[in-house]
């Protein structure tokens, strides 16, 4: 699979506060959050693969060339009815935080803060680009493509990040994994969408819902407030 390159237009303003924690009602410097979104934006080297595999419900295996077999139960529920799985992988590079160590260093901590947010809001639409054309693509072969999934999501444990990113070809977007299972840049994302024949996508299982009540992960600053 060629790797994508999707265009980032914008960095989006409210995402972002969100995403540093402030919520909607916080009096925050307009042009401090615009200064953190442009850089963003500007910062970002946008860049996503993706391989596509049989899935096989009766095993809950991932038919890959080393076949990876599914255990939690959260990630296994997803995947209900699933024929095929993209297994993809997006990162936004190391510039921008590379530059949020440079704010911090020079103590301009309110700033850094924002950036790091923004860049968090540009790889979730980064994300997004590539769904997008993940979903194209299987329309054309006459499947539905559900929502994605990440480790560390909804109980699946993160201990699966290096067998996902190796099955997503990750290394070919300079992404990698760090003992304690973290992606390098940070600024990456992981997951897996189940591709679905249309009769069955009318009526996808509720876990497609990934709304922010059905993940136990504490502490998320990206937390829905609604959901709070």
Request: hydrophobic share 40%; glycine share 8%.
């Amino acid at each position: 699979m060629p790797i994508y390159h999707p265009r980032l237009i914008t960095v989006d303003l409210d995402e972002t506060k969100r995403y540093a924690g402030l919520g909607s009602k916080a009096n925050f410097s307009a042009a401090l959050l615009t200064e953190a979104c442009t850089q963003a934006q500007l910062l970002a080297t946008p860049k996503g693969v993706w391989q596509v595999y049989v899935y096989d419900q009766d095993s809950h295996t991932i038919m890959s060339p080393n076949p990876l077999s599914l255990t939690a139960e959260s990630i296994i529920k997803h995947l209900s009815g699933a024929v095929e799985v993209a297994v993809m992988a997006v990162t936004i590079g190391q510039p921008l935080e590379q530059e949020v160590s440079n704010l911090f260093s020079r103590d301009q901590y309110t700033l850094g803060l924002l950036l790091d947010a923004a860049g968090t809001t540009a790889v979730e639409a980064v994300c997004d680009a590539v769904c997008s054309v993940i979903s194209g693509q299987a329309a054309r072969t006459g499947l539905t493509a559900g929502r994605r999934f990440s480790p560390g999501y909804g109980g699946w444990p993160v201990d699966i990040q290096p067998e996902i990113l190796a099955l997503a070809s990750g290394a070919t977007i300079d992404l990698s994994v760090t003992d304690t299972k973290m992606l390098v840049p940070r600024k990456s994302v992981t997951a897996v969408i189940g591709l679905y024949p249309y009769h069955q996508a009318l009526s996808l299982p509720h876990q497609q819902e990934l709304s922010c009540d059905k993940c136990g992960q504490p502490g998320c600053h990206a937390r829905k407030e609604t959901d709070r």
